[in-house]
T-cell receptor, first 111, second 115 residues
Framework: GENVEQHPSTLSVQEGDSAVIKCTYS??????FPWYKQELGKRPQLIID?????GEKKDQRIAVTLNKTAKHFSLHITETQPEDSAVYFC??????????FGAGTTVTVRA | GAGVSQSPRYKVAKRGQDVALRCDPI?????LFWYQQALGQGPEFLTY????????KSGLPSDRFFAERPEGSVSTLKIQRTQKEDSAVYLC?????????????FGDGTRLSIL
């Protein structure tokens, strides 16, 4: 099955700086890559996603890049704010619909 | 409703008891998924429904776990003879249509604690 690895496990950044989270996947058939933000005790919230026919997607301060050849994708958050503090999960979906998640990155934005 | 609704939010049970967890997906969503999230980990797939059909149950840890969606809307995840290792957050997600690249929207989950 699909195996998703996520790095780093924790990330501390100064407010206003950028944060980058990287993920790799194993199954070349994976074609959909969402990113979720989860605050303590809350539901995972979809913040951005990318499909395998696209290399990059941006939504305001958030961007995701995908390198199909290398089988890795990354989340970039610019101009970080305290409300960006949360656990972020990457995921990959193969055509059998299952989402395989990374282990998560705890992001702390220091004021 | 506006989002995926799960109940109860918290469930405490003694080892050996049966529990039932409910998921009410976004209205009109065809696909429904159950995931298990252990503390400090990402969600792990349990099972998938397309309307009332359970198309994939490969992630269910044992035959003590059973899920149903009889009318293609509300789903129930049942765990029989609960064990301590069943303690986790159980998340439900739904998506509008079938297909591997459809956004999945999650509920707040049920936090299950087995004593």
């Amino acid at each position: 099955g699909e195996n998703v690895e996520q790095h780093p496990s924790t990330l501390s950044v100064q407010e206003g700086d950028s944060a980058v989270i990287k993920c790799t996947y194993s199954d070349s058939a994976s074609n959909y890559f969402p990113w979720y933000k989860q605050e303590l005790g809350k539901r995972p919230q979809l913040i951005i996603d990318i499909r395998s026919n696209v290399g990059e997607k941006k939504d305001q301060r958030i961007a995701v890049t995908l390198n199909k050849t290398a089988k890795h994708f990354s989340l970039h958050i610019t101009e970080t704010q305290p409300e960006d503090s949360a656990v972020y999960f990457c995921a990959a979906s193969t055509p059998d619909y299952k989402l395989s998640f990374g282990a998560g990155t705890t992001v702390t934005v220091r004021a | 409703g506006a989002g995926v609704s799960q109940s109860p939010r918290y469930k405490v049970a003694k080892r050996g008891q049966d529990v039932a967890l409910r998921c009410d997906p976004i209205s009109g969503h065809v696909s429904l998924f159950w995931y298990q999230q252990a503390l400090g980990q990402g969600p792990e797939f349990l099972t998938y429904f397309q309307n009332e059909a359970q198309l994939d149950k490969s992630g269910l840890p044992s035959d003590r776990f059973f899920a149903e969606r009889p009318e293609g809307s509300v789903s129930t995840l049942k765990i029989q003879r609960t064990q301590k290792e069943d303690s986790a957050v159980y998340l439900c997600a739904s998506s509008l249509s079938a297909g591997s690249n459809q956004p999945q929207h999650f509920g707040d989950g049920t936090r299950l604690s087995i004593l």
